[in-house]
């Protein structure tokens, strides 16, 4: 006899709707087969960036202003002087000419390894991180005359945001210390919005600058007051919004909050904050606030867009033996797996291993009979489908020793924002 049996068909949406999971379990198995068949009582996905958290470049002035670009980021040249030119060293590197107009990618080839490359000619140079890199304008004449390297990119609230990366005025040599950093890193800026980076202070999230001079307090322009007198010491940190920020005292705990739509202001007269030998100043306009460049004072380096960088890496699925089942052996079982790069069968292994191996862990397991899955016992598979990309559709179908299968079908919708863990039920 054969025995058709429909045994779940449903909808998994976590409370975020991020990821959407159809579980489908169907089989034309005979009695045994049925008894010793999985179920399935929960999925989980986990978001992960394609690129690691390091990927980020981030250089720095002697000036102290920083500026953190993707790995792969394309950055404008734009030079007002003598005769168009300026030249970027490194040393034992050569030398890049750099040519008003053009462009240059910025890449990091491995954890030693930068390379610039001036897209219009081809020519790149390639260095150590740990040697400074200088920046050199040719036959400059008067004070009017500049070089500035540009990096845009999406900020995920203010939308595309230019940044001057390298500059160089009123002098011929400028050095440049690069490091890797994370991609995507919050900021505050303060002072006069210029290219010259001695006007400018960037204030890292968890940095701390000092009261040079005050002669009145902090305010946000909503009535809060911040005490403040020469020597103190005040931490900013950008909130998760990416658009406030908060300022705390070191010495007494007291926090002030400057949202999105308010200015940093002085209750009366200056106020000088010294960032490490950089010092900014609350501007003469009558309001005694710090400068609020392009509108706001929180700045996002390089964020990469939404749902271009983050894909579903991990699947866990959380079994149990169906109805009268027990003695499921998971080291006998198979799983097969179809994603739109990958068909592969998985066996059970110690550890997980990219579209080769799964790995079982034990949620509960009162008898201790692991890898085998008895009455009552609850166990985590873990499969790693590779990089899946938003959109796309994972079947996967696990097979016990009898025979016995259960299928399992995951659409990844778009976009998928940001890294996370996802719990369907």
């Known amino acids: 006899m054969l025995l058709v049996a429909v045994i779940a068909s449903g909808t998994l949406i976590d409370t975020g709707n991020v990821l959407h999971a159809t579980a489908e379990q169907a089989g034309q198995e005979n ?19 394609q690129k690691e958290e390091t990927d980020g470049i981030e250089i720095e002035g002697i000036g102290g202003n920083q500026t953190i670009v993707d790995s792969g980021a394309v950055l404008t040249i734009s030079l007002r002087y003598g005769d168009g030119r300026a030249n970027l060293t490194s040393s034992g590197t050569g030398t890049l000419q750099l040519n008003g107009g053009e462009s240059l990618r910025v890449e990091k080839v491995d954890s030693s390894t930068v390379r610039i490359t001036n897209v219009d000619s081809g020519a790149s140079i390639s260095f ?32 595309q945001t230019t ?54 307090d902090l305010t946000n322009g909503d009535g809060d007051v911040l005490v403040v007198s020469a020597g103190d010491v005040l931490t900013f940190s950008p909130d998760a919004d990416a658009q406030s920020f908060s300022i705390t005292h070191e010495a007494n705990g007291t926090t002030l909050t400057v949202d999105a739509e308010g200015y940093l202001n002085s209750t009366d007269g200056d106020i000088v904050l010294d960032d490490d030998g950089k010092l900014v100043r609350t501007e003469d306009d009558g309001d005694n606030s710090f400068y609020k460049p392009a509108g706001r ?60 191996e799964f790995t079982a862990d034990a949620v509960h397991d009162d008898d201790s009979t692991h890898p085998v899955l008895n009455e009552d016992d609850f166990f985590d598979i873990v499969i790693d489908p ?9 079947i996967i179908e696990m097979t016990t020793p009898s025979g016995a299968t259960t299928y399992v079908r995951l659409r990844v919708p778009r976009p998928l924002a940001s890294e996370q863990t996802l719990n369907l039920k």
Do not use: C, M
């Open 163 to 216: 940044e001057v990366v390298f500059d160089i005025e009123d002098t011929t040599k400028s050095s440049y210390s690069v490091e890797f950093a994370p991609r995507t890193r919050s900021y505050v800026r303060l002072g006069e919005y210029t290219l010259e980076p001695e006007n400018i202070a960037v204030i890292t999230d968890g940095e701390s600058v000092t009261v040079d001079s005050a002669s009145g």
């Open 297 to 356: 004072y929180v700045f996002t380096r390089g964020f990469l867009n939404p749902g271009d960088s983050y894909v579903l890496s991990e699947i866990t699925l959380t079994v149990r033996p169906g109805p009268k089942a027990s003695g499921i052996d998971l080291s006998e079982t198979t799983i097969s797996l179809l994603t739109p790069d990958t068909a592969a069968t998985l066996v059970y292994g110690s550890t997980t291993v990219e579209t080769q």
């Open 31 to 49: 009695t045994s087969q049925v008894k010793n068949r999985l179920d399935v009582i929960d999925v989980l996905g986990t978001v992960t960036s």
């Open 128 to 159: 150590d991180p740990a040697d400074n890199l200088q920046l050199e304008a040719e036959d400059v004449e008067s004070d009017e005359d500049f070089v500035y390297l540009e990096y845009t990119y999406d900020d995920p609230h203010y939308g």
């Open 386 to 394: 590779g990089d899946v990309s938003q959109g796309s559709t994972v």
